[in-house]
């Protein structure tokens, strides 16, 4: 995928929580966050199946519209049944 996939949510607390996910392309996704009360990105966390819903949400969406490959979907797909979501 060209572009990474992100997104800002607002927790419970009032506080927005931007989540950022690569695809590096060697079979594998990188998981990226950072609360806006933090000064430091959180990398590689275990995602919560909100993330996991919300991901394939929108790498299904881009699909397709034809800006996202078919084996990125099947990727998040995968890796989502392995995360057992």
């Known amino acids: 995928m060209k572009r990474d996939i992100e997104w800002v949510e607002k927790l419970e607390d009032g506080v927005k929580r931007m989540v950022r ?3 590096p392309g060697n079979g ?4 990226q966050s950072k609360r806006s009360d933090e000064p430091e990105w959180a990398y590689d966390f ?22 996202a490959a078919y084996k990125d979907l099947e990727l998040v797909r995968m890796m989502r049944r392995e995360a057992g979501r």
Request: no cysteine.
């Open 21 to 23: 996910v690569k695809f």
């Open 28 to 31: 594998k996704i990188r998981w």
């Open 46 to 67: 275990p995602p919560s199946p909100g993330d996991w819903d919300t991901l394939h949400e929108k790498v299904d969406a881009l699909y397709h519209r034809r800006r």
